[in-house]
């Protein structure tokens, strides 16, 4: 009797599981972007809104504060039934919980992954003011005028953030991090010289670089994006610095598979699309749509890799 009522209950919940994935979306979804518009996660998302199929409208909601980590919050604590999603990046679902003390989540556990989406260098820039055109000379201008510098960043625990922290670590320098509410706050401070660098998202970064609003030293990712080939890795000059942003979409844990697969699926078919690729090639952001399973391997492997970096570069959120 005992088995039986096991079986049943398996047969039930695996009916509601299919009739949930059969209902959604039911409304439309919500595609929360935890950074203020104008950022690579925000045009990551709006892209998928634009040009998702899925029934419903995609809404993107951006809910910045705390290195994203309110945002993520929240879509951690949503429904578990697909129609709350969050573009997560690495600072939400890797560094965060190596640089705070107290997490109101766990990037692990409170979440399902459904796709990576992309990722990017970050560009050291810096304030044409400033008496540097490449790392070497950076570095010296550095011991020369030790903690004299600061580096803006668009939040703490941002990868942003970190590629400045890891740096400082791998250099021996020491400059003051300035952590705004979002890169549209820090990049006028940048351009007028408030602080004198940033290790910036390169699809923010690169266009200002191209007008001479700013310079661009160097890439942090191991090899050079095709979208900037004439600028060369930090790593180039600073053996072993690699920093690579990236972005990707998860919910809330329990959300059904049927559904993380539906979306997945539409994911797959939205930024696979040529138009799409060539925006983001041109913004300088790599491509790769993973499954829900690679995203996981991914992601834990990431955890382990930024824990490092905070631990030895001594970095704390609070």
Request: aromatic share 6%; no cysteine.
């Given at each position: ?122 560009l050291l820039v ?142 797959q078919r939205v ?19 993973s499954t829900p ?26």
């Amino acid at each position: 009797m005992k088995f039986r009522s096991l079986l049943l209950g398996a047969a039930l919940a695996a009916t509601a599981a299919i009739a949930s994935a059969q209902a959604f979306p039911s409304k439309p979804i919500r595609m929360v972007v935890t950074f203020p518009p104008g950022g690579a996660p925000d045009t990551l998302a709006r892209l998928f809104a634009d040009k998702a199929q899925l029934g419903q409208a995609v809404v993107v909601e951006n809910v910045p504060g705390a290195g994203g980590n309110i945002g993520a919050d929240r879509v951690a604590k949503a429904p578990a039934d697909g129609h709350t999603l969050v573009m997560g990046t690495v600072g939400t679902h890797s560094i965060n919980g190596a640089l705070y003390s107290k997490m109101p989540y766990d990037m692990v556990k409170d979440f399902v992954p459904i796709a990576h989406v992309a990722s990017a260098p970050n560009l050291l820039v810096v304030t044409n003011s400033l008496p540097v055109k490449n790392v070497a000379e950076l570095i010296a201008h550095m011991k020369a005028n030790p903690d004299k510098l600061s580096f803006g960043s668009p939040g703490i625990g941002t990868s942003v953030h970190v590629s400045g922290e890891l740096f400082m670590s791998l250099t021996g320098t020491k400059m003051t991090h300035v952590p705004y509410k979002g890169r549209q706050f820090a990049i006028p401070d940048l351009v007028g010289g408030q602080i004198q660098l940033m290790f910036d998202n390169m699809p923010s970064a690169l266009p200002l670089a191209k007008e001479g609003k700013i310079r661009a030293l160097a890439q942090t990712t191991a090899t050079r994006s095709s979208a900037a080939p004439d600028v060369p890795t930090v790593g180039e000059t600073v053996p072993g610095f690699e920093a690579t942003t990236w972005f990707a979409v998860f919910a809330p844990a329990g959300t059904p598979r049927e559904v993380v697969a539906r979306i997945n699926a539409e994911m797959q078919r939205v930024f696979k699309l040529p138009d799409v690729t060539d925006k983001l090639k041109n913004l300088g952001l790599e491509t790769w749509i993973s499954t829900p399973e690679e995203l996981a391997r991914f992601q834990a492997a990431e955890i382990v890799k930024w824990a490092k970096v905070v631990k030895d570069s001594g970095a704390k959120a609070d």
